[in-house]
């Protein structure tokens, strides 16, 4: 019937080329990838975006920057492939200007590799490094940088800052404190929102004990579209009208997201924004200030605005409308 | 390829250096028709004879013949003597003998079966598309005349005769009543030759500016060079093979040290990427790792590379003989690369296999010495007279007349499965326009056209790949346990393979229906062509 949260972008590339769920018309909802090329409905024309692309987060954390960190040296860490390659758009839109960059490898992250990363962030005297990579990437970078008390202003993409993965790896959560950190969704420990408080008690429900983090929450958050999509597909869906529902009707389902989605008969555009956090010493992300402050734009060279998206109320006892 | 020609023989590098080569002339054992030359055995009679081509030929009719005729086209076989120091292909001889099928087991089995079978030894090697289909026409006809009762007629083959045989069905489609193509090369032996010789010249750029790659001179010098460019060939790879665990580029590469400062394996597996190459191979599923350290990292960044090698140890020598012999036929040097842009060819791959390039900055430095504008990576153009001898040689069609049922390999990298979904791009348009016709024609009574064409991908599993208590890869091409290797069908899938044309053959139609469903699971260890489609070879891009 269709691929349900797919995660990576080389594994949904791989995909794409090798079963061609397009050609064959099988929706691919809702990857789990920031990369902005799956919204290009032309190359992928089943296949629909959910996260904010990497390029629009890159733009938000330049305009961030901007704001806060005007005249510092900002240095930074990316993946050497797409995942970068829309950084690099993205910073450049938003005009941000780096001290020093470093590129490194998919799959050379470690922590022989991330001495050498912090040696060229000493020597740029980067004020503010930002680490757009992967989990493990983070890792490998803080638990070094703690090692030998190097400590810039950290500043973490979605994709790297993900609290769970970086434990799971042996380095304390502690290593993200005061690390500046960007999400779509509401902290996972905002007891105050409705749809957390509603998902994390389904979750605690059905597996007592188990944390209740980011990826629960996004993934719970994608099954929550994908049931009011194929609710809106009719009584009998077909792949066909599943897309038809989504083009049609998925800027209006109900999301936890703090910012809107791009999806019309035009656009498979996931979310548009993140609001900025900082972590706690459990590797909680929680907004500054205390009040969500989101940013919304697009791939391409539109602004930076700070949103006044209203999100849909959860519906009652959580079930589509 | 004559299947046995082709056994890999995993990296067993040849340390000699310069080996001599007979040229053999292909030509035939005698110079006009014989026969047939029947035994009048039973329960099987066995008939020889030549064609007038002095073609090779023989026949086996069982006591309890059906009626139906079996006609089997061999692949391709080489116009030289291989010395055995040559590994892979080493020994070979040119083999001008008759096969009625692809082996021993299969040809009993098929006669068993109530089939009577033939096959011709053709009048040359190599590539031989219009003799041999003139060869095939004529032996029908031998057979007809010496056993009237024929009730139909089933054309096979494997790899290079899979396309004699379609160039059979499409030229003489009612000489045949269906036809099977197992592992088959298809459309034009041009996508072939770009997917190997792009493969040989990216070897040769990186690592070895010394091997030929083509041009070769004409006589006994030629088939020197041809043999010579084998062995540096196979030398190379095993230096790539030892560079797994050293990142040392094979001392023969001429490439900067900017560019080895990347890791071979990186630079081997963009020359695999942009000829075509699949990143799964006998031994190496791409997606399983040793126990440890690097269970994750080995099939991100190692393992592709290494099917790679694998595979273009097979793609490699076939450029070289395969070039050889083609341009003996077409006059001179027909492969030009001066105009194909190899960055585009990995645009997809550059995204997926961005770990095991080493990164975006790794693979452009890699691309940018590939470049046009690189003068230690000359590229190469077509002889043009030679090119068009080339294309004047017999291309396919696609059309299809007469059921025909196909078994492909999804990671063979001598007939690759973009051969097979090229046919079936022309079949859907040929099927849609037959569709629109009697549409048309029915005015509102609209009865669909019969389906002639399914394909069966031969999968296999997934995971397979094997490794030592320390890590260390098992090479598994001797026991090729999930038949990757090229046309590495048993017994018992031929027969089933035919089985299914001459039920075709005998309703008219072929179908995915429930006992073809069933065969492919249970006999073929494959799934049903409308679950894949792999891409065609790279040589389509942008055409």
């Known amino acids: 019937m269709a691929l349900i949260a797919p995660l990576g972008t080389a594994n949904v590339k791989a995909v794409a080329s090798s079963v061609n769920p397009a050609r064959r018309g099988i929706p691919v909802l809702f990857v789990n990838t920031g990369f902005s090329g799956f919204a290009d409905t032309k190359k992928y024309p089943t296949t629909y975006a959910v996260l904010p692309s990497y390029i629009m987060e890159a733009k938000i954390m330049g305009e961030y920057i901007k704001e806060n960190f005007a005249g510092k040296k900002i240095g930074l860490l990316y993946q050497d492939d797409d995942f970068g390659t829309d950084a690099l758009a993205g910073f450049k839109t938003a005009g941000?200007?780096?001290?020093?960059?470093?590129?490194?490898?998919?799959?050379?992250?470690?922590?022989?590799?991330?001495?050498?990363?912090?040696?060229?962030?000493?020597?740029?005297?980067?004020?503010?490094?930002?680490?757009?990579?992967?989990?493990?990437?983070?890792?490998?970078?803080?638990?070094?940088?703690?090692?030998?008390?190097?400590?810039?202003?950290?500043?973490?993409?979605?994709?790297?800052?993900?609290?769970?993965?970086?434990?799971?790896?042996?380095?304390?959560?502690?290593?993200?404190?005061?690390?500046?950190?960007?999400?779509?969704?509401?902290?996972?420990?905002?007891?105050?929102?409705?749809?957390?408080?509603?998902?994390?008690?389904?979750?605690?429900?059905?597996?007592?004990?188990?944390?209740?983090?980011?990826?629960?929450?996004?993934?719970?958050?994608?099954?929550?579209?994908?049931?009011?999509?194929?609710?809106?597909?009719?009584?009998?869906?077909?792949?066909?009208?599943?897309?038809?529902?989504?083009?049609?009707?998925g800027?209006?389902?109900?999301?936890?997201?703090?910012?809107?989605?791009?999806?019309?008969?035009?656009?498979?555009?996931g979310l548009t924004g993140y609001w900025v956090g900082k972590y706690a010493p459990t590797g909680d992300l929680a907004p500054i200030g205390g009040t969500y402050v989101t940013y919304t734009t697009d791939s391409g060279s539109g602004a930076v605005v700070k949103s006044t998206y209203k999100r849909p109320a959860m519906p009652a006892k959580g079930l589509p409308n | 390829m004559k299947t046995s020609t082709m056994k890999s023989r995993w990296l067993a590098i040849l340390a000699s250096a310069a080996l001599v080569a007979t040229v053999v002339v292909a030509a035939p054992a005698n110079a006009a028709a014989t026969g047939p030359t029947c035994d009048g055995k039973t329960p099987v009679q066995t008939c020889s004879g030549t064609t007038s081509d002095g073609a090779l030929y023989t026949m086996q009719v069982p006591s309890d013949w059906n009626g139906t005729a079996l006609i089997y086209s061999h692949g391709y076989g080489f116009i030289i003597d291989i010395p055995a120091g040559v590994p892979v292909v080493g020994g070979s001889k040119v083999d001008n003998s008759a096969y009625a099928g692809p082996d021993a087991a299969t040809d009993a089995a098929l006669v068993k079966a109530g089939y009577a079978i033939m096959g011709s030894g053709f009048a040359r090697q190599g590539w031989n598309i219009d003799?041999?289909?003139?060869t095939n026409v004529e032996l029908v006809g031998v057979f007809k005349k010496q056993f009237p009762k024929v009730s139909k007629v089933i054309a096979w083959g494997k790899s290079g005769g899979a396309f004699i045989t379609q160039s059979l069905a499409e030229k003489y489609p009612t000489l045949v009543d269906g036809i099977a193509l197992g592992c088959p090369v298809l459309g034009t032996v041009e996508a072939e030759l770009d997917m190997a010789l792009d493969f040989l010249w990216g070897l040769k750029t990186f690592f070895d500016p010394t091997i030929k790659g083509g041009n070769y001179s004409a006589g006994a010098a030629g088939a020197g060079e041809a043999i010579t460019d084998l062995v540096k060939m196979f030398t190379v790879i095993g230096k790539l093979q030892a560079s797994i665990s050293t990142n040392a580029w094979p001392d023969t590469s001429k490439a900067p040290d900017s560019i080895k400062a990347i890791p071979p394996r990186s630079a081997l597996l963009l020359v695999g990427l942009m000829a075509?190459?699949?990143?799964?191979?006998?031994?190496?599923?791409?997606?399983?790792?040793?126990?440890?350290?690097?269970?994750?990292?080995?099939?991100?960044?190692?393992?592709?590379?290494?099917?790679?090698?694998?595979?273009?140890?097979?793609?490699?020598?076939?450029?070289?003989?395969?070039?050889?012999?083609?341009?003996?036929?077409?006059?001179?040097?027909?492969?030009?690369?001066?105009?194909?842009?190899?960055?585009?060819?990995?645009?997809?791959?550059?995204?997926?296999?961005?770990?095991?390039?080493?990164?975006?900055?790794?693979?452009?430095?890699?691309?940018?010495?590939?470049?046009?504008?690189?003068?230690?990576?000359?590229?190469?153009?077509?002889?043009?007279?030679?090119?068009a001898k080339l294309r004047a040689l017999s291309t396919h069609t696609g059309k299809i007349s007469v059921p025909t049922v196909v078994l492909a390999g999804e990671t063979d990298v001598v007939s690759p499965a973009g051969n097979t979904q090229w046919l079936i791009d022309r079949y859907a348009e040929q099927s849609a326009a037959e569709k629109a016709a009697a549409r048309k024609a029915d005015g509102g009574s609209f009865k669909a056209p019969k389906n002639k064409l399914i394909v069966i991908w031969k999968t296999g599993s997934s995971s397979y790949s094997k490794f030592t208590a320390a890590g260390s890869p098992i090479p598994l091409v001797a026991s090729d346990p999930n038949s990757n290797a090229h046309c590495n069908f048993s017994a018992a899938q031929h027969v089933a393979l035919v089985k299914l044309a001459v039920q075709g053959a005998t309703k008219g139609s072929v179908s995915y229906d429930g006992a073809t469903r069933t065969v492919a699971r249970k006999v073929m260890t494959g799934v049903i062509g409308p679950q894949r489609f792999p891409a065609l070879q790279k040589f389509y891009m942008g055409k």
């Open chain 1, 96 to 249: 941000t200007k780096f001290a020093v960059t470093v590129p490194y490898a998919s799959g050379s992250q470690g922590a022989a590799a991330a001495a050498g990363w912090i040696t060229k962030f000493k020597a740029a005297e980067a004020d503010v490094v930002i680490l757009f990579g992967v989990s493990s990437a983070t890792s490998a970078m803080l638990g070094v940088a703690a090692q030998l008390r190097y400590a810039p202003q950290w500043m973490l993409g979605s994709v790297g800052g993900d609290a769970t993965t970086i434990k799971l790896t042996g380095v304390p959560a502690g290593v993200l404190y005061n690390a500046i950190g960007f999400s779509p969704v509401p902290a996972t420990t905002d007891m105050t929102d409705e749809y957390v408080k509603f998902f994390s008690d389904i979750y605690a429900k059905a597996l007592p004990g188990s944390a209740f983090d980011l990826n629960v929450l996004l993934g719970m958050n994608t099954a929550f579209m994908t049931a009011q999509a194929l609710k809106a597909a009719g009584l009998n869906p077909t792949r066909k009208s599943l897309m038809a529902a989504i083009d049609s009707k």
């Open chain 1, 251 to 269: 800027a209006t389902f109900a999301s936890s997201a703090l910012v809107p989605v791009g999806y019309s008969k035009t656009s498979h555009v």
């Open chain 2, 131 to 134: 003799s041999a289909v003139k």
């Open chain 2, 276 to 387: 075509g190459i699949p990143t799964k191979s006998t031994s190496f599923d791409s997606t399983t790792g040793p126990e440890g350290a690097l269970k994750l990292t080995w099939p991100l960044a190692i393992a592709p590379a290494m099917a790679v090698l694998e595979n273009g140890a097979q793609g490699a020598a076939l450029a070289i003989l395969a070039t050889h012999d083609l341009e003996l036929q077409a006059g001179g040097a027909f492969y030009d690369n001066s105009k194909t842009d190899y960055a585009a060819r990995v645009a997809d791959e550059a995204v997926t296999f961005n770990a095991a390039l080493s990164g975006n900055t790794a693979l452009n430095g890699l691309l940018s010495y590939l470049s046009p504008l690189n003068p230690a990576a000359p590229r190469l153009t077509a002889n043009q007279a030679a090119l």
